[in-house]
């Protein structure tokens, strides 16, 4: 099973927008991080936020972690085109070192 | 450019045949990630080696095996494939064992047919 489930599966939305995207997670993390994919491509990492830190930011990227609640958000202002891609996050808990949820399909429209 | 990579790129194969994957890491990371994507299952760990030694197995089906061998590249083989076996196959790898900004490959397509 996953350890992270990123929601929502798909979010549409317009050039100049804001996107968020969730990520809740079963097990206690020393780490979260989210990564970007773009179709059928390999994934890159994004940003990484420990769990003593709530929040982080990185350019465009807005990343929250609530350790209470087992979750994380990532925002992505101003959004691009090119912003268009599946956007996971990855935990270091459960039996790999590195688990990643099904991820949120991002498409930004012009 | 991930620094991670993977050949082959594409891969053809018949059900009931054997095939091997590789992966040379990034220079100097230490860690290799297997990973399986496909539509219905998503991301799917499978297995991580930690400068030569298993780490971590995950979804790994008796059918897989892999290696990692002392120049740190690895190998992922998978054997008796069936056509459910079709996937994007991804290695990653990072510096320390823990996965902290994991780099990846850009995949291995098998379709088996």
């Known amino acids: 099973s996953q350890q992270g489930e990123e929601d929502p599966q798909a979010l549409s939305i317009q050039e100049g927008e804001n996107a968020t995207m969730n990520c809740s997670y079963k097990?206690?993390?020393?780490?979260l991080q989210w990564y970007r994919q773009n179709s059928g491509r390999g994934l890159v990492h994004l940003i990484l936020i420990r769990s003593n830190e709530r929040e982080k930011h990185s350019g465009r990227l807005r990343v929250t972690l609530d350790t209470s609640k087992k979750s994380s958000s990532l925002l992505i202002t101003a959004s691009r085109a090119a912003d268009t891609a599946s956007y996971f996050c990855a935990t270091d808990a459960g039996y790999s070192t590195l688990t990643f949820g099904k991820g949120t399909m991002l498409l930004v429209s012009p | 450019d991930s620094g991670v990579t993977q050949t082959p790129k594409h891969l053809i194969t018949a059900t009931g045949q054997r095939v091997t994957l590789r992966c040379s890491p990034r220079?100097?990371?230490?860690?290799v990630y297997w990973y399986q994507q496909s539509l219905d299952q998503g991301l799917q760990f499978l297995i991580q080696y930690y400068n030569g030694e298993e780490r971590a197995k995950g979804n790994i089906l008796e059918r897989f095996s892999a290696q990692q061998f002392p120049d740190l590249h690895s190998e992922l083989n998978l054997s008796s494939l069936e056509l459910g076996d079709s996937a994007l196959y991804f290695c990653?790898?990072?510096?320390?064992?823990?996965?902290?900004?994991?780099?990846f490959g850009q995949g291995t397509r098998l379709t088996v047919v």
């Open positions: 220079s100097g990371d230490l860690s």
């Open positions: 990653a790898s990072s510096a320390d064992v823990q996965g902290i900004e994991a780099f």
């Open positions: 097990t206690s993390i020393n780490n």
